[in-house]
């Protein structure tokens, strides 16, 4: 089992920015492609960002140049930048760890991030 915890969300202006984490204390982290997910009220669970071991990064359209995804192995913990927030960004923001070419997925409790004046 893997438990991941995310920290970082809050309420921010529009065109403000915030840093979401997430911390795990899997000693397999490093091999784990990870991902940041996020669900708005009404809407499907979606990815936003994803990361491989590698760190070859992935991004929705409605995120790119605004995210950024990064990992550091060493800290076990993986970030999500965002910057220019929009007040659709407003969501619930999860961390999910995957184990590549399984159906092993975690997930956390999630974050909640409000962009609103």
């Known amino acids: 089992q893997v438990q991941l915890v995310e920290s970082g969300g809050g309420l921010v202006q529009p065109g403000g920015s915030l840093r979401l984490s997430c911390a795990t204390s899997?000693?397999?982290?490093?091999?784990?492609?990870m991902g940041w997910y996020r669900q708005a009220p009404g809407k499907q669970r979606e990815l936003v960002a994803g990361?491989?071991?590698?760190?070859?990064?992935n991004y929705v359209d409605s995120v790119k140049g605004r995210f950024t995804i990064s990992r550091d192995n060493a800290k076990k913990m993986v970030l999500l930048q965002m910057n220019s927030l929009k007040p659709e960004d407003t969501a619930v923001y999860y961390c999910?760890?995957?184990?590549?070419?399984?159906?092993?997925?975690?997930w956390g409790r999630g974050t909640q991030v409000t962009v609103s004046s």
């Open positions: 990361i491989t071991s590698g760190g070859r990064t």
């Open positions: 899997t000693s397999a982290f490093s091999s784990y492609r």
């Open positions: 999910n760890a995957h184990w590549p070419g399984s159906n092993y997925d975690y």
